[in-house]
């Protein structure tokens, strides 16, 4: 009688953006265990990214509430959990939370980041722990650094991946009739990663008179209705998305774009996942280490950036994006996408 094929569940406690940069280490673990079953946990609000991606087994969604967790609310899927029996276990995130349900899942082989810091005992959570080699590197090759606790290889490519939901074609498709269209996003969770509105009208500008199809978006929240509101007084004739809460829609609606543009932000890794071109826009963050990767990528950073880290909002007298020029974002974008 054939063993059952091993069954090995990933944990990934972080947010938007960095779960698309788990992607490349997800992928070398497939490759490495090829008949695997490989689950993923993930927070439920994240758990759209990886549903439709064919190498993944199951995808396992549990709720979560910033800085405090229910056992009333994620008790039965623990108990849904540890029935799987899983063979190992390998959480990227390696937080309290993650260190704690690695534990009560009970994988025969859990692996972890060895890390300071936590509730004390996190570390005893782990069979096994991996030092970060180097913390400087781009954050899908930190991610997949961990993969080197159970000697697999790093990923052959760092280029991120997602798939949109095919049920939600027509819906986007109603959304943005015009494929080629660029999608430009103009908020973040941060102001100092955010470009001038006056640099995105400019951009428009450029664009629209050279025959390219323009379309803002933004994310939910006053002040970001507040910054489109700023922006549609300098381009009132702007072609402007209806704020989309749904993220199944909304990653179908990015994969119909054209190329995308945006500050360091969760929908840019989005739409690198998808296969759209995008040109990002860097200033306080370093694009080496978090702008997307790959051939239909472009990263542009300001010539200097002296924000302290640790800061919502750009200190400098003027803000660190204005350096990067709409001239620039338009010459970048007609590179990348040429012949339009």
């Given at each position: 009688?054939?063993?059952r094929p091993e069954k090995i569940l990933a944990l990934q406690f972080k947010y938007?953006?960095?779960?698309?940069?788990?992607?490349?280490?997800?992928?070398?673990?497939?490759?490495?265990?090829?008949?695997?079953?490989?689950?993923?946990?993930?927070?439920?609000?994240?758990?759209?990214?990886?549903?439709?991606?064919?190498?993944?087994?199951?995808?396992?969604?549990?709720?979560?509430?910033?800085?405090r967790a229910s056992l009333g609310e994620t008790w039965p899927l623990l108990r849904?959990?540890?029935?799987?029996?899983?063979?190992?276990?390998?959480?990227?995130?390696?937080?309290?939370?993650?260190?704690?349900?690695?534990?009560?899942?009970?994988?025969?082989?859990?692996?972890?980041?060895?890390?300071?810091?936590?509730?004390?005992?996190?570390?005893?959570?782990?069979?096994?722990?991996?030092?970060?080699?180097?913390?400087?590197?781009?954050?899908?090759?930190?991610?997949?650094?961990?993969?080197?606790?159970?000697?697999?290889?790093?990923?052959?490519?760092?280029?991120?991946?997602?798939?949109?939901?095919?049920?939600?074609?027509?819906?986007?498709?109603?959304?943005?009739?015009?494929?080629?269209?660029?999608?430009?996003?103009?908020?973040?969770?941060?102001?100092?990663?955010?470009?001038?509105?006056?640099?995105?009208?400019?951009?428009?500008?450029?664009?629209?008179?050279?025959?390219?199809?323009?379309?803002?978006?933004?994310?939910?929240?006053?002040?970001?209705?507040?910054?489109?509101?700023?922006?549609?007084?300098?381009?009132?004739?702007?072609?402007?998305?209806?704020?989309?809460?749904?993220?199944?829609?909304?990653?179908?609606?990015?994969?119909?774009?054209?190329?995308?543009?945006?500050?360091?932000?969760?929908?840019?890794?989005?739409?690198?996942?998808?296969?759209?071109?995008?040109?990002?826009?860097?200033?306080?963050?370093?694009?080496?280490?978090?702008?997307?990767?790959?051939?239909?990528?472009?990263?542009?950073?300001?010539?200097?950036?002296?924000?302290?880290?640790?800061?919502?909002?750009?200190?400098?007298?003027?803000?660190?994006?204005?350096?990067?020029?709409?001239?620039?974002?338009?010459?970048?974008?007609?590179?990348?996408?040429?012949?339009?």
């Amino acid at each position: 009688m054939n063993a059952r094929p091993e069954k090995i569940l990933a944990l990934q406690f972080k947010y938007f953006g960095d779960a698309v940069l788990l992607t490349p280490a997800l992928r070398a673990l497939r490759a490495h265990y090829p008949l695997a079953e490989i689950h993923l946990l993930a927070p439920e609000e994240i758990a759209p990214l990886f549903q439709h991606l064919p190498w993944l087994s199951r995808v396992w969604s549990m709720p979560r509430r910033r800085g405090r967790a229910s056992l009333g609310e994620t008790w039965p899927l623990l108990r849904a959990l540890r029935r799987e029996h899983f063979d190992r276990s390998i959480d990227f995130a390696s937080n309290d939370r993650g260190a704690i349900l690695s534990l009560l899942i009970g994988a025969k082989k859990r692996l972890g980041w060895e890390q300071s810091g936590g509730f004390f005992g996190r570390r005893l959570c782990y069979h096994q722990r991996v030092a970060p080699q180097d913390e400087n590197v781009h954050e899908s090759a930190r991610l997949a650094q961990l993969l080197a606790g159970w000697q697999i290889p790093p990923p052959a490519s760092l280029a991120p991946e997602i798939r949109p939901d095919p049920a939600q074609a027509d819906a986007a498709r109603n959304l943005l009739p015009h494929e080629r269209s660029v999608i430009c996003h103009i908020a973040s969770s941060q102001p100092r990663k955010e470009w001038p509105p006056a640099h995105w009208a400019e951009l428009h500008r450029l664009a629209t008179a050279a025959g390219w199809p323009v379309v803002f978006t933004t994310a939910p929240g006053e002040s970001e209705a507040a910054r489109m509101a700023e922006l549609t007084k300098l381009v009132p004739t702007a072609n402007i998305l209806p704020v989309i809460s749904q993220l199944p829609l909304f990653l179908a609606t990015l994969a119909r774009a054209g190329a995308f543009i945006s500050g360091d932000t969760g929908p840019l890794h989005f739409a690198a996942g998808l296969g759209v071109p995008t040109v990002s826009l860097f200033g306080p963050t370093a694009p080496a280490r978090w702008a997307p990767i790959g051939p239909q990528q472009r990263a542009l950073a300001a010539d200097a950036c002296h924000c302290p880290a640790n800061t919502p909002v750009c200190s400098a007298e003027r803000h660190c994006l204005a350096e990067i020029s709409p001239a620039r974002v338009f010459d970048t974008l007609k590179e990348l996408v040429p012949g339009k």
